[in-house]
């Protein structure tokens, strides 16, 4: 797997079952690290993604 640092990643979690919620982070290490503790707040992590920002029109 590759580590990534100029994309931002994506952890999506559940709490209470049915509501997802996605959360952003920076770099996937900082994901990694924070799922940690969303686990033990009680949410389950469904996936981390890579995510990218929308490239501008440029005219």
């Known amino acids: 797997m ?7 990643h994506m952890v999506w979690v559940e709490k209470p079952i049915g ?12 994901a990694q690290d924070q799922c940690i ?6 949410y389950k992590i469904i996936e981390i993604v890579e995510t990218g920002l929308p490239r501008p029109n440029v005219v």
Not at 19 to 30: M, P, W
Not at 37 to 42: H, Q
């Open 37 to 42: 503790a969303l686990e033990r707040d009680g």
């Open 2 to 8: 590759t580590t990534s640092t100029s994309t931002k």
């Open 19 to 30: 509501n997802r919620i996605g959360v952003a982070y920076s770099t996937l290490k900082e």
